[in-house]
């Protein structure tokens, strides 16, 4: 009986409460009317609670008969209270739209303290969509850093710390990229791998990095794609070109997808140049990264990428001014013939991902890169060299009032490269306390056919250069054995390299101290080895980073290491064609030592970061670099090093927005080892150190962002780089003998956007703008101070058998409009 008493008197409470409970539901969105998931709604003061689905959808039962608070909450947007008083059983729709909230944070500043302790730098890859720029938007910001120096605003390529083109290493989802080999000029060169729009992570390092990273000397960009959590895209448009991406995700979230299309064609560019003629330039890729989960622990990727890139000119004339104040000359070229050039490149790769547990992460890679690359020009240049009157009163001033040099030149090239490269590698990382361990081995197979035949001929005023011996005299001067006729210049290659690479690293990350922030040290090794040239090298490398518990938020740095790189084909060829098949890795030790400081200034969070640095570089392989193209000295050799210092600050100059100052000094030399050059006395003298072609002293950028107080729809951007003068020498000459420099670079890039589309903006239900989330129109002036750049020469020589260096200019002022559109 007390049992049945105790049931019935618990079925009565339940009834009861039944009869007092109600039930509120609704949708929650944001201010466009887009459905939010997981936003929080509760009842304030009480426990329990739910979240909305992926439509934004919730339903909740609350108590009845007494006055409530729902409280509807979500990260980054207005929190809403809606106070309501319900009857039992009775059903209330809450319908809201929240507001994007902006909360000044307190002087605390969040940092990955992890990237922090290493020479890696990460930055923000959504300025690559504001920044101006006549080429691709995240190669523009890497010429913006510290240590990293370009004098091409039409090339995506970029030197750092006294490297060249040819010693930065570039990862996309922990894929290596290659760079087109026959290239020679920035307008050739078209779109660089790296897509901006697809991009979520970039890092990246101007020296001292860990031995996870491969066998290059200078530099390396580490940039992850994104892992898109909800559908999205993108769409921009201008003078230059234009682009499209996709993301989004499908099967419960299981399957991602990311694509993009990109075309340029810098024709717009390329007519201001003063070689005029018809330009058609047009250059496209599509890439694609899709992703699917098989289980918690285990998934796969798969990258793809085709990039077509062509480009054909028929030149008709140019005319530059050259020469002094006193005596200014003019080269007057007029051109028959075209050029023609095609690279078709592919490259995909499939990533598994396999995770046993939180800390262990095992990766199988697996990527091909396949490069079809053809050169084909005849180019007849017949050029002119005349005195210009420089005198303001005559009346004959800026005409060529004297000729003093003729002659022509004819170009040709039918040159193919087919070049393959694939390779499978494992990485694997584990956190074992407060440690981080990480490993790598890596096979890769290289296949590369090259058939070159190139050649310059020059006919100067009559006579063939290099001149054939005179047979003045000889009564039968057509069978004379010694009467050759040379070409200036002849590169003959038919080669064909079939070689593999072996390549294996471990490092570990120990925090030594309880907290793993104050002290951090990485100590790595990697080896490699390749069969082509039988050549096994071993690479330690470290950091040490120390944050002293000072009040001022400091941390030092400093980095030491072996930096091997294996020859690629590229340095394997001589200047004139020939192959050096014993070629072996070039060499540079790296000591960096750094410091990071944040503080606030104006109230506002500022960095300034300091790197002092000096690489010892042996058995160095000479080269010379023509506009983007590097010719290498492969069977000299040389030692030399490069010191420099580097400075940047950055932050929020203007409140919101991060703008930063970079500043740098360099000086890089190589002596080349049996090179020797004759004194007054005709004795053979070592020339010592000479400058490296990249040797350049002093170089300054800024990137500054900035908008309208009261209105911030109104936005600017403005890109300055400033690079001190480049070694330069002229052709077929001793490497001493390039010792002359270059103007230096001076550019500045403004660019002025107006939001259309943005947070202000409210649309009907039925309008089709309703689907934007942003739309901004942007006003481009590339070149704003109009300087007149020199990329390289062309070398001419005159009736006096003087040689003059003629300066190639890169682009003038030009206006870009852009259109870009997120949804």
Known sequence: MRFSFLLVLMASFQLLFAQEKATVFGTITDEKGKPLELVNVAIAGLPGGTVTDRKGNFEMEVPANRDIFVAISFVGFEKVVEPVTLTPGERFEINKSLKLSYTELPQVEIQDEQVRSTNL??????????????????????K????????????????????????????????EIYRPFLIRSGQQEGLSFVNSDLVSSLLFSAGGFDAKYGDKMSSVLDLQYKKPTEFAGSASISLLGGSFHLEGTAAKRKFTYLMGVRHKTNQYLLNALETKGDYKPSFTDVQALLGYEISPQLEVSVLANVAQNKYKLVPESRETDFGTVQQ???LTVYFDGQEVDNYLTYLGGVTLTYKPNRKTRLKLIASGYNSIESETYDVIGQYYIGLIDNNISSENFGDVVESQGVGTFMNHARNNMDIKVYNISHKGTKEIGNQLLQWGAKFQNERIDDQMNEWVLIDSAGYSIPRPPD?????????????????????????????????????????????????????????????YNKQVVVSPRATVS???EWERDVLFRFSAGMYYQPPFYRELKNIDGRLNYNQKAQTSVHLVAGSDWNFLAWGRPFKFVSEVYYKYLDNLIPYVVDNVQIRYYAFDKSHGYAAGIDFKVNGEFVRGVESWASLSFLKTAENVYGDYKLDAQGNQVDPGYIPRPTDQRVSFSIFFQDYLPKNPTYKMSLTLIFGSSLPFGPPQSPIYKHDKRMPPYRRVDIGFSKEIIGEHTRFSPKNPFRVFNTLWITLEVLNLLQVNNTVSYVWVTDIYGTEWAVPNYLTPRQLNIKLIAKF
């Open 144 to 175: 913006t850093l510290p240590g990293v120096s370009s004098s091409n605003e039409l090339s995506s390529q970029y030197s750092v710390r006294g490297g060249n083109f040819d010693e930065n290493l570039v990862y996309v989802n922990d894929i």
């Open 328 to 330: 200014v000359r003019r």
């Open 471 to 531: 047979s003045v005299g000889y009564t039968n001067p057509g069978v004379q054995p010694n009467n050759p006729f040379d070409l200036y210049e002849l590169i003959r290659t038919n080669a064909y390299i079939n070689s593999n690479r072996y390549t294996a690293f471990i490092q570990n990350t120990w925090g030594l101290d309880p907290d793993s922030t104050k002290v951090t040290f990485t100590a790595g090794i990697r080896a490699n080895y390749w069969d």
């Open 546 to 548: 120390f944050k002293p």
């Open 121 to 142: 730098v990460r930055i923000d890859p959504k300025i690559a969509f504001t920044i101006p720029t006549a080429s691709d938007g995240i190669p523009t910001l890497l």
